[in-house]
Nanobody, 121 residues
Framework: QVQLVESGGGLVQAGGSLRLSCAAS????????MGWYRQAPGKQREPVAT???????NYSDSVKGRFTISRDNAKKTVYLQMNSLKPEDTAVYYC???????????????WGQGTQVTVSS
């Protein structure tokens, strides 16, 4: 009923930048919070940044000052601008959205398929 499609991952040298995008589609009545999470090999998935429907943001300490999350509510899209990338940022990045589907009550958690970000030293 809801699809999240990420784009923008890739290979970049340390110090470089990448911009991730995630577009939501389907039978969407409303989207509450959206966010980005990441999972490195052998590690658990961890939150990177989140943004509410009103634009309030929250960042993990490891990315504060380097990453910026934003969203376009009309396009149902969330972005993650990543600057000053470090090798330890290497991970699969997943988009998350809290979505209320048409003709339902309450919000459900939806995830994208993930996009690989690799930062070389």
């Amino acid at each position: 009923q809801v699809q999240l499609v990420e784009s923008g991952g890739g290979l970049v040298q340390a110090g470089g930048s990448l911009r991730l995008s995630c577009a939501a589609s389907g039978r969407i009545f409303d989207i509450n919070a959206m966010g980005w999470y990441r999972q490195a090999p052998g590690k658990q998935r961890e939150p990177v940044a989140t943004i509410t429907s009103r634009g309030s943001t929250n960042y993990s300490d490891s990315v504060k000052g380097r990453f910026t999350i934003s969203r376009d509510n009309a396009k149902k899209t969330v972005y993650l601008q990543m600057n000053s990338l470090k090798p330890e940022d290497t991970a699969v990045y997943y988009c998350n959205a809290q979505v209320r589907v048409w003709l339902t009550t309450g919000y459900g958690d939806y995830w994208g398929q993930g996009t690989q970000v690799t930062v070389s030293s």
